[in-house]
């Protein structure tokens, strides 16, 4: 068995430091862990942000926290751990330089060319990434809300599609520039949100194991 991986990547220099009528949703579960516990109020923001970027493919996703909330019915289940800190950085606190072997702020597993259904969003690498400046408390934890919400949605869209390929452009693209990750708007191409629609509504014939859970994970 070879595992290997997709990596969502920051692009290297800016780092300075739904629609048809007839689809019906199916529920999706995403458990998830987080390396520190986080504050309730980024977790919030993830998880609007998200339901934000994946209402046009009619999406709907139950979060569910591992080892808390195992119980459930779902078309099926995706794990998502938030690696590291998730806090946003101070302002004024120095950021060492992410190496270009630190570039990536996501990834999915992948084994005999089968998209698994483990995720890994890398907070470590993504905080060093934003920089807020002066701001409200509140405004500074939105922020990193909205740009784990977006490497989330890259990883659940190869995990719902079965597909390792990118896009040129919005959320599906390989690489995230700093405003990618912070702007008010970031959105699927209308494609992307087609092949999710397809998944939801049980069209799609993406590879989409049933993962038993808490299953065994692919080592790192
Ligand atoms: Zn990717």
Redesign the pocket.
Known sequence: MTLRF???LAFAGLGSLRGASDVHAKQFAIYYSFDHAPLLLLVSTIQEEFGRVMAPANIDVAWREINKQNGGDYADIYVVRFRGDCSIMPPGESKAAVTSAERGLGE?SITDGHVLPFAEVRCDVLRRYVSIGPRESSDAISIMGRAIARITA??IY?MMTGSVR?CGSGIAQ?EYSTRDLTAAQFAFGAPEITRMKEKASGRGEAYAPKAEFPGPRPAL
Do not use: K, M, N, S
């Open positions: 997709i990596a969502l999915t890259h990883e190869h990118h390989a």
